[in-house]
């Protein structure tokens, strides 16, 4: 079983940053591409910035020069580092990867966090 736990999630005023973090565990044997989506309500999920194993990373228009993807490889764990937050950036945000596991099968499989809110306001 591979678990993907999100936190970091909050209340920001305009302006303010906030950094999220995903953890990855279970019997993980590799883990390739890792991202993170979000999804305002009434809008569809969509990816605001990702990173191969290679170390390139893809951002969304919208979030470039404000958002910064990391992530350690050692402990399994995805960063997003948010600044310059503005109300549309209110979504939940999730955590994606792509990851093969101990004895399963040879390919890396799509794995989701549960979500954390993240929230603009003053």
């Known amino acids: 079983q591979v678990q993907l736990v999100e936190s970091g999630g909050g209340l920001v005023q305009p302006g303010g940053s906030l950094r999220l973090s995903c953890a990855a565990s279970g019997s993980i044997f590799s883990i390739n591409a890792m991202g993170w989506y979000r999804q305002a309500p009434g809008k569809q999920r969509e990816l605001v910035a990702a990173?191969?194993?290679?170390?390139?990373?893809d951002y969304a228009d919208s979030v470039k020069g404000r958002f910064t993807i990391s992530r350690d490889n050692a402990k399994n764990t995805l960063y997003l580092q948010m600044s310059s937050l503005n109300a549309e950036d209110t979504a939940v945000y999730y955590c994606?990867?792509?990851?093969?596991?101990?004895?399963?099968?040879?390919?890396?499989?799509?794995?989701w966090g549960q979500g954390t809110q993240v929230t603009v306001s003053s």
């Open positions: 994606n990867a792509k990851i093969r596991t101990i004895r399963g099968p040879l390919i890396h499989s799509d794995y």
């Open positions: 990173t191969r194993s290679g170390g390139s990373t």
